[in-house]
């Protein structure tokens, strides 16, 4: 063997311990959804990008262990005994149902960060916002918004006399219930009637379509809920076949083909979800990381499908809106 050969064997042998010793010392993140996998696929790379703001690159020096609800919350204990079965350093929860079960499970232990649209004080999740205990994270902020959401949508159909509201009962009965008061407190001031639908499976979805129609609906609010974001296809096609004009939570709606959406970015909450793990992961505790909260919410308007559907978009909101689709 060659002088130079040899003393690269050298080098690779001594630098494998090391490789080794990385290996098992990278730290390992528990990621539980609500959401599925490919539709979250944006949100969950928003969230990989916070990590490495904080200098943590998945496959290099993070490990990220996933599990998927796809919708159905029913499975999320299991998923969660799973990811506490294997070695973690930090466990989050993405959506409100996931951080609720992290939260219930207890995480044998483990610094929880969520992902949550309710008040995580009222939820249990945090002792306060400015110093939370063992758990910390962003408040979505946006079930408080049906409202304001309705409110929007009558400017923009205000021929809108008879209004839909579909909501998942599954979501977590007090804060369904809150968010059905806040649309209907609306609706009554804008002297609009109000339909509400429950749905929490994919036949409810069609069924509970097919009744608002027959009900007479000219505008729908859909409630904030990871499962109905996992159904965006299936809602938004329902809507288009319908000529449904509806307003959403989050501009991947419109951004799909919907109406409109009216809050805050649900990217940059993954983004500021994922800094927050990667703070974690330094060292920082829970206790030290208040509950963060958007401080601007975007209304996002899809002027292609007003057009499809006969609307004329007022001047009031082309005015008001942060973002226009064409």
Known sequence: MKRRDFMAGLGIAAALPAISRAQQTMPTVGFLSTRSPDEAAIHTNAFRRG????????????????????????RLPSLVAELVSHPLSVIVGAGDPAARAARAAGSSGLPLVFLVGEDPVSAGLVTSMNRPGTATGVNFFTGDLGGKRL?????????????GLLVNPRFGTEVVQQHRQSVA?????????????????????????????KAGIAGLVVQNDPFFDSRRSQILALSSRHRLPGIFHIREYP????????????SDTYRQL?????????????????????????????????????????????????????
């Open 151 to 163: 409110e929007l949508l009558c400017a923009m159909v205000p021929s809108a006399h008879v209004v």
């Open 255 to 266: 951004s799909d083909g919907g109406l409109m959406s009216y809050g805050a970015s649900l």
């Open 274 to 326: 994922g800094v927050y793990t990667g703070k974690i992961l330094r060292g920082a505790k829970p206790d030290d990381l208040p509950v963060l909260r958007p401080t601007r919410f975007e209304l996002v308007i899809n002027t292609r499908t007003a057009k499809t559907m006969g609307l004329t978009v007022p001047q009031s909101i082309l005015v008001a809106a942060d973002e226009l689709i064409e």
């Open 185 to 213: 407190v609306a609706a009554k001031a804008l002297g609009r009637e109000l339909v509400v639908q429950e749905a929490a499976t994919d036949a409810e979805i069609d069924a509970g379509f097919a009744e608002l129609v």
């Open 51 to 74: 990590l490495e703001e904080m200098s943590y690159v998945e496959g290099r020096s993070v490990s990220i262990d996933y599990r998927w609800a796809r919708g159905d919350y029913g």
